[in-house]
């Protein structure tokens, strides 16, 4: 083999290495950074694995909010109607949070069945609901009835 070759194919060799190396780095920060979202009724039947960051979302149920002598932990249940998760939260909760509203939560399984959160995401307006949360509650027979105010009509 002669010396051009040698080099030619130590090049491809090497750019070839290199494209690996990129491809499995990136797949690795993709496989890090995913945060799939479970229904509560996936997470009753045990679909959402433990101890991996997820989403999770439905409606706030009535009378569910307990904060703890602290004020900064606060363990509340989520529905879709259908099946209720209880997440516990550590923090300041957002202004928009509250009972009856539709909220995101992303945290880990715990081996007791609770979703232990570091965020809590609620919506933003009277009509808005995260994507996911409304598809829960479709699916589930049951979406939150809005009055016609609510909407935006103005009739």
Request: aromatic share 6%; hydrophobic share 40%; glycine share 10%.
């Amino acid at each position: 083999m002669n010396p051009v070759r040698k080099k030619r194919l130590f090049i491809i060799l090497a750019i070839l290495a290199g494209v690996g190396v990129a491809v499995t780095l990136a797949l690795s920060a993709l496989k890090e950074n995913i945060n799939l979202f479970y229904t509560p009724t996936q997470i009753a039947a045990g679909e959402a694995p433990e101890g991996t960051r997820i989403r999770a979302g439905g409606m706030v149920e009535e009378g569910s909010v307990q904060r703890s002598n602290d004020s900064l932990t606060v363990t509340f249940r989520v529905t879709d109607y259908a099946e209720a998760v209880t997440i516990q939260y550590q923090g300041i909760l957002p202004d928009l949070f509250r009972e009856g509203q539709g909220i995101v939560a992303l945290g880990r399984m715990n081996a007791d069945g609770v979703l232990v959160a570091d965020e809590v995401l609620a919506k933003h307006d009277e009509n808005y609901m995260p994507p996911e949360v409304t598809a829960a509650l479709e699916k589930s027979g049951k979406s939150k009835p809005y009055s016609d105010s609510a909407q935006g009509d103005t009739k």
